[in-house]
């Protein structure tokens, strides 16, 4: 197996080699060697970076993910952890998605004034107890 240098792997990655330096610090890649001062890695590291890729836009830290891909050959991804996540990635998309809808009306609401259009003042009252609820622990 080929290794690739840190460049190749920025390149392809499209992450900076600054952020592959500082993965490798928080143990999230791991380099196999060196040629000269620069690092180099197997290209598997490319499936490395691309779970932790959508890790992050999943919303889990990289310190989950770290804790994820400890084991540098076999990562230990919790299923029930995955479950846990994407129930709250539904919740989210409908937050959003109620929030999409009562924007796009407000867009177009023939009403004179927002405060007067009552699904307006409905959404403006979701997203208070909503956030009210967050805040609160709920």
């Known amino acids: 197996m080929i ?3 840190i460049g190749e792997v920025a390149r392809q990655s499209g992450l900076p080699a600054s952020t592959l330096r500082y993965y490798e610090e928080k143990g999230l890649i791991q380099s196999v060697g060196r040629k000269g001062i ?19 836009t999943a919303g889990f830290s990289l310190d989950e993910s770290a804790a994820m891909l400890a084991d ?45 259009c009552p699904v307006f003042q409905r959404l403006m009252k979701l997203v208070f107890r909503r956030n009210r609820s967050r805040k609160s622990g709920a």
Request: with cysteine; charged share 25%.
């Open 38 to 56: 620069k690092r180099l890695y197997d290209p598997d590291v490319m499936q490395r970076l691309a779970l932790i890729s959508m890790g992050s």
């Open 72 to 116: 540098q050959r076999f990562p230990d991804i919790n299923r029930q952890t995955l479950i846990r996540r994407a129930a709250e990635l539904d919740e989210q998309i409908q937050q959003l998605t109620e929030v999409r809808d009562g924007l796009l009306h407000a867009a177009a609401c023939p009403a004179p004034n927002h405060f007067e």
């Open 3 to 5: 290794s690739m240098e």
